[in-house]
DNA sequence: CGATCATATCGATGACTGTCGATACCGCCG
DNA sequence: CGGCGGTATCGACAGTCATCGATATGATCG
């Protein structure tokens, strides 16, 4: 009967809730015009960048470049800070550093060879 | 006229072809459940689970849990083995390193304080 | 105060996606 | 060979999302 066929887990893996939290942020980063707004954002000299200059970098209309902020800010990704007329987004590190985390930590990237 | 508004970037941002691979990367990885599955199948001893194991730890169909699962695969993520007729599951270490590696990258993540 | 400009919000729309039941495919066992 | 059980695929449906034009908000300038 060999190993009737499972292996069955150590009970190291992700919480459902956990789970549901990482997803939240993920989804937040996966699209490519929100990836390249923060890249943008993280690129500049001063770690910071106003809505202007995001706008003109993307083929898109004002309301989406600003839809896609707000994503990202009401995911932890983004701090805005208004300054004036001007709208300036900076990049939350920790929100990153919390995905690195994920997909360096051993119970995900750590399948021994 | 002050600073007009701009801090400009300086080019080393993540290109739009970049973003998209990305994107598509973290799409796939999006999703509680297949988060879950991806850890799942980590966690196991041999680093590798069949999918009889992991229909059981969801309540879901069989049809949505091998969709997910197909998902994972196309994106990358996961290696498909069919010994027999059980389907095991196994992760692509390099997959989870390459996200873990754009958001440790100093461009997106080094945002000095 | 009124005009103007930067940004956010709203409502609509088309595309995508997670989920399901049903079914097809394919090793295996008797 | 025929039936069985594990897995993948198909078609449908509901919910979500990216995008847009139009409009609201609010600060600045003349």
Same mark, same amino acid.
């Given at each position: 009967?060999?190993?009737s066929?499972?292996?069955?887990?150590?009970g190291? %893996?992700?919480?459902?809730?956990? &789970?549901?939290e990482?997803a939240? @942020?993920?989804?937040?980063?996966?699209?490519? =015009?929100?990836? *390249?707004?923060?890249?943008?954002?993280a690129?500049?000299?001063?770690?910071?960048?106003?809505?202007?200059?995001?706008?003109? %970098?993307?083929?898109?209309t004002? &309301?989406?470049?600003?839809?896609? @902020?707000?994503?990202?800010?009401?995911?932890? =990704?983004?701090? *805005?800070?208004k300054?004036?007329v001007?709208?300036y987004?900076?990049?939350?590190?920790e929100?990153?550093?919390?995905?690195?985390?994920?997909?360096?930590?051993? &119970?995900?990237?750590?399948?021994?060879?």
């Open positions: 009967m060999d190993d066929c499972c292996t069955p887990a150590d190291t %893996a992700m919480t459902a809730g956990r &789970a549901e990482v939240a @942020l993920l989804k937040a980063l996966a699209d490519p =015009v929100r990836l *390249r707004l923060v890249s943008l954002i690129s500049t000299a001063a770690g910071e960048a106003c809505v202007c200059d995001l706008n003109e %970098a993307f083929d898109l004002q &309301a989406t470049v600003s839809h896609h @902020l707000k994503v990202l800010h009401t995911a932890g =990704v983004l701090d *805005r800070d300054r004036g001007w709208a987004y900076r990049v939350r590190p929100a990153l550093a919390a995905v690195a985390d994920v997909f360096s930590s051993p &119970a995900l990237a750590g399948v021994r060879a």
